[in-house]
């Protein structure tokens, strides 16, 4: 049976093909109460939240997470973890072109390029809910690959590195007519047995978010180059846009 790219490839194969491109989740946790002064208690969505890398530790530090994820492999992993840690987290299989509670998140988290997966008025969606579903004030961070990196230069690149498993090839081809970014990402293991998948990102300029933000109700606040606060440049590895929902207008003085 063969499904859209994103309802296949979130399985066991994902911690091997990706895992090694993954920072230190714990460390980023800090980074992100740190930037955003989230306090304790604060109420926390993790839209595609994966195997729970930053929602457990977020529910660690007093926060009432609630993870997101369309792929139950993923989940999977999240509920075991989350159970042997004991923290609880409220794990939810849902598609985040549905997912939607009407003002009950202080704070939406995306984080490791979990957006733009779909069609540009499925990803306006995905916006819209997350609009709606935090409270006004609240705000939205997302983690996403930085488009100017790659898009202003049109910079397709191929790179292999050694990983405990075996050899890991990666490579980037960027379509500049859709404005999309394959990653293929192809795992030779030590058995030789071949593993890959891939990825296929809509890669958004800041215009174009803020575009789509304002449409969601939300307003950008600041941009940085990562979770670390390092300034956004077109060198940047990443593009992290922090943006506040706009209070309704019938509650404005
Ligand atoms: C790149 S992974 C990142 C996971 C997690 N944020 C992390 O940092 O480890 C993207 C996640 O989005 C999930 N996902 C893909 N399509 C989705 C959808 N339509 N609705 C909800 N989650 C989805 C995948 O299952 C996967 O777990």
Redesign the pocket.
């Given at each position: 049976m063969q499904g859209e790219w994103?309802e296949t490839i979130?399985d066991e194969r994902y911690p091997e093909l990706?895992g090694p491109l993954?920072g230190n989740?714990e460390k980023e946790v800090e980074e992100i109460l740190a930037l955003l002064a989230v306090r304790s208690g604060s109420v926390v969505v993790?839209?595609?939240?994966?195997?729970g890398?930053?929602a457990i530790p977020l529910a660690r530090k007093g926060c009432r997470v609630t993870g997101?994820?369309?792929?139950e492999k993923?989940l999977g992993i999240a509920r075991t973890r989350a159970h042997m840690e004991g923290v609880s987290v409220e794990w939810v299989r849902?598609?985040?072109?549905v997912f939607r509670r009407p003002g009950e998140f202080d704070l939406c988290l995306s984080?490791?390029?979990?957006f733009g997966?779909f069609r540009d008025e499925e990803n306006q969606s995905v916006l819209d809910n997350v609009g709606a579903s935090l409270k006004e004030g609240g705000t939205l961070l997302l983690d996403l690959r930085n488009a100017g990196k790659g898009l202003s230069r049109l910079e397709n690149w191929d790179q292999t590195i050694e990983v405990p498993s075996g050899k890991l090839r990666m490579s980037m081809r960027f379509n500049r007519r859709t404005m999309r970014a394959m990653a293929e990402h192809v795992l030779i293991r030590q058995d030789g047995i071949r593993i890959s998948s891939t990825f296929d990102v809509r890669v958004y300029s800041v215009d174009e978010l803020e575009t789509m933000l304002a449409h969601a109700g939300m307003r950008v606040k600041n941009i940085f180059g990562s979770l670390s606060e390092d300034p956004f440049t077109d060198e940047s590895g990443r593009m992290v846009v922090v943006s506040v929902r706009e209070q309704e207008a019938s509650s404005r003085r």
């Open positions: 994103f979130f990706f993954e989740a993790d839209l595609g939240c994966g195997r890398r930053h997101v994820d369309l792929s993923m849902e598609d985040m072109r984080l490791f390029t979990s997966y």
